[in-house]
């Protein structure tokens, strides 16, 4: 349901006008949402003997879609303008409903059963539940902040616009080969704190260079805060992780992605908030470098070996 209604919106974008645009976003938004809620679902009902392999496939196909989503416009040439760009996705998305259904109807749950029935008590009961969406959110805030600041603030120290673009696409990259291990060993273990105070030390090293010496070492920091997003697959994984049932992971999943990307949109609006009351980047990095923190306590303890 989720692919068909993303794939609806996307044709929608396609008809004419700004209100088909806009409307068509919507409806494709909504069912981006609904996906990245079951997919924790899909991988412990499915693949429960191999979570960190198929979150890693699935959080680096999110970071190889953001980088290429760049280039539409470099389409229209080649597709007959800018409909023809927009449309491409809705093409793409139908043949992955296409793939989906086909695999749906002839694959099998050799693991996990999945449960219908409602959770024995509510997520929002859960302190542990509560650790996880907030680990999440805070992950996401910080590359949510990264994303929509980071070249504004290279290019306010002297590099240029379009090496700043290229730092924040980088970023992204570094994503998607970090996906295929980062996963693999980190959620594979009973616990994944460990990895996840690595990360965060990977982030805070970046913010502290940033603060330092913006324009001695860009491209460095660039890297040291690209691998230190890449505990997103960790904050996805530790969903599936941290329930027994399917129908605690939907329940799970929902809360968190539900409470945890309200809390992440907050970031680059306090972010901007601060850089205009201050009228410099040191107080808002500050900030930044406050999220790195409680991330990581947070996912210290999301990552221990327990149940919701």
């Given at each position: 349901?989720?692919?068909?209604v993303l794939?609806g ?31 924790p ?6 693949f ?10 699935y959080?680096?196909?999110l970071s ?21 760009a ?99 060993y ?27 010496a ?38 799970l ?31 808002p ?10 991330e ?13």
């Amino acid at each position: 349901m989720a692919l068909a209604v993303l794939t609806g919106g996307l044709a929608l974008r396609i008809v004419d006008g700004q209100y088909a645009v806009l409307g068509g976003t919507f409806v494709a938004a909504a069912g981006i949402a609904v996906g990245n809620v079951l997919i924790p679902v899909v991988v412990k009902g499915s693949f429960p003997h191999a979570i960190g392999r198929v979150t890693g496939i699935y959080t680096a196909a999110l970071s190889a879609g953001g980088g290429i989503g760049a280039f539409t416009p470099a389409l229209e040439p080649f597709v007959g303008g800018w409909r023809g760009a927009l449309g491409a996705w809705a093409a793409l998305s139908a043949a992955a409903l296409i793939v989906w259904l086909f695999g749906a109807r002839h694959g099998s749950h050799d693991g996990v059963p999945v449960t219908h029935e409602r959770p024995r008590r509510s997520m929002l009961r859960s302190p542990l539940a509560w650790v996880v969406t907030l680990f999440f959110g805070m992950q996401a805030c910080f590359a949510y902040i990264l994303m929509g600041w980071l070249a504004e603030f290279f290019v306010a120290h002297g590099i240029a616009r379009t090496e700043a673009g290229l730092m924040l696409a980088f970023i992204n990259l570094i994503g998607i080969p970090l996906s295929f291990v980062i996963p693999v060993y980190a959620l594979n273990r009973p616990s994944q704190s460990g990895w996840v105070i690595a990360l965060a030390c990977f982030s805070v090293a970046g913010v502290a260079g940033l603060v330092v010496a913006p324009a001695a070492a860009p491209w460095l920091w660039t890297v040291l805060l690209g691998i230190g997003m890449s505990i997103f697959p960790i904050a996805i994984g530790v969903i599936a992780l941290r329930t027994r049932e399917t129908s605690e992971t939907t329940a799970l999943s929902a809360m968190v992605q539900g409470y945890g990307y309200l809390i992440a949109a907050s970031g680059p609006f306090l972010f901007g908030i601060l850089h205009a009351a201050t009228g410099n980047w040191t107080v808002p990095l500050v900030l930044l470098g406050v999220v790195i923190i409680v991330e990581g306590a947070l996912g210290y303890w999301a990552g221990r070996p327990r149940f919701v």
